[in-house]
């Protein structure tokens, strides 16, 4: 993909990503179910807050893909975008998922995955 086309959507995956502040803020810092049992429990289907989880999940499962589909260069996402910390919380709800839902978020978790690894390489260099 040519280099303006990536910068593009990387912009467009900022503007998306900062439209969602409110999303962000409260997963990393109000979210507090740790499977997802207790999320479903604390969390309506109609809730602000499985809104914010929906948010936050559906930016790096959008991301996930678009790299998965060599669309964006993982260096240039990674110098702006960490889903680490955000796949922290949302693994062990998102394996609760996974009961009735198999796939759901694998690109997400992909993701964090692919981060790991350039975060690993990115220090041996």
Known sequence: MPLDNQ?????????????HR???????????????KEYHEKYSST???????IAV???????GTLISH???NPDIF???????????????IVD?????RPHIYENFESLNEKRKNWKKKRHET
Not at 57 to 63: I, N, Q, V
């Open 7 to 19: 910068v593009n959507l990387i912009l467009d995956l900022y503007k998306i990503y900062d439209e």
């Open 22 to 36: 409110d999303s962000r803020l409260w997963f990393l810092d109000e979210l507090d179910a740790y499977n997802y």
């Open 47 to 53: 809730s602000k807050e499985k809104s914010h989880f």
């Open 57 to 63: 999940c559906g930016f790096f499962e959008l991301s």
């Open 70 to 72: 060599g669309l964006i």
């Open 78 to 92: 990674f110098d702006i975008f960490n889903p680490s910390p955000f796949w922290k919380k949302a693994r062990p």
């Open 96 to 100: 609760g998922m996974r009961e009735t």
